[in-house]
């Protein structure tokens, strides 16, 4: 069974300070995709990024990026400079490469930005 | 616009009665999907489908009942046997014939209160 754990449930910050999410994965497959979305205040899902297994390459978009470490199954992400803006609940999720090819996904970790 | 629509955005009912949250997608998606939210948590899948006149029991399907007989709709019935109805509900779509990692992509949500 695939599980990912998001273990930082609330993270509080000042803005302009840097912030790392975590997120931890467990799967047999070894074809797999990682997945990090945004969800403000609304409610609506907001897709940031997507990773399949064999590319561990680091990923910078801006204020954001993204380091997978297939090592240690682990796919954090980090904001530089935060902003009000990205005050949301960010989940974590997972999806096989066959059968449902639904997501897991973490419980989340609310990041709120302090102005 | 392309996008996946879900109606209504709230949603009250009282115990007992079953209710159908719509979702419609113009994507031309092969596959569609039913997520639950509870507060504080991640989405988990309660159907899923991956053509028409096809669906599959998620992990939490007891209590809900779909159907699928047109490609952009996927309806949800919540029936009186599920225990917990009130919950955020989020639709998915995702395309199969784009091949992996089958990016799903998400509707507003309905918000169900069942007093």
């Known amino acids: 069974a695939q599980k990912v754990t998001q273990a930082q449930t609330e993270i509080s910050v000042v803005e302009k300070e840097d912030v790392t999410l975590d997120c931890v994965y467990e799967t047999r497959d070894t074809t797999y995709y990682l997945f990090w979305y945004k969800q403000p205040p609304s409610g609506e899902l907001v897709f940031l990024i997507r990773?399949?297994?064999?590319?561990?390459q680091n990923e910078i978009s801006g204020r954001y990026s993204w380091n997978f470490q297939k090592s240690t199954s682990s796919f954090n992400f980090t904001i530089t400079a935060s902003q009000v803006v990205d005050s949301a609940v960010y989940f974590c999720?997972?999806?096989?490469?066959?059968?449902?090819?639904?997501?897991?996904f973490g419980s989340g970790t609310r990041l709120q930005v302090q102005p | 616009d392309g996008g996946i629509t879900q109606s209504p955005k709230y949603l009250f009912r009282k115990e007992g009665q079953n209710v159908t949250l719509s979702c419609e997608q113009n994507l031309n998606h092969d596959a569609m999907y039913w997520y639950r939210q509870d507060p504080g948590q991640g989405l988990r899948l309660i159907y899923y489908s991956q053509i028409v006149n096809d669906f599959q029991k998620g992990d939490i399907a007891e209590g809900y009942s779909v159907s699928r007989e047109k490609k952009e709709s996927f309806p949800l019935t919540v029936t009186s046997a599920q225990k917990n109805p009130t919950a955020f509900y989020l639709c998915a779509s995702s395309s199969r014939q784009a091949g992996p990692p089958y990016e799903q992509y998400f509707g507003p949500g309905t918000r169900l209160t069942v007093t």
């Open positions: 990773r399949n297994s064999f590319d561990e």
């Open positions: 999720a997972l999806s096989e490469a066959m059968g449902r090819r639904a997501l897991t």
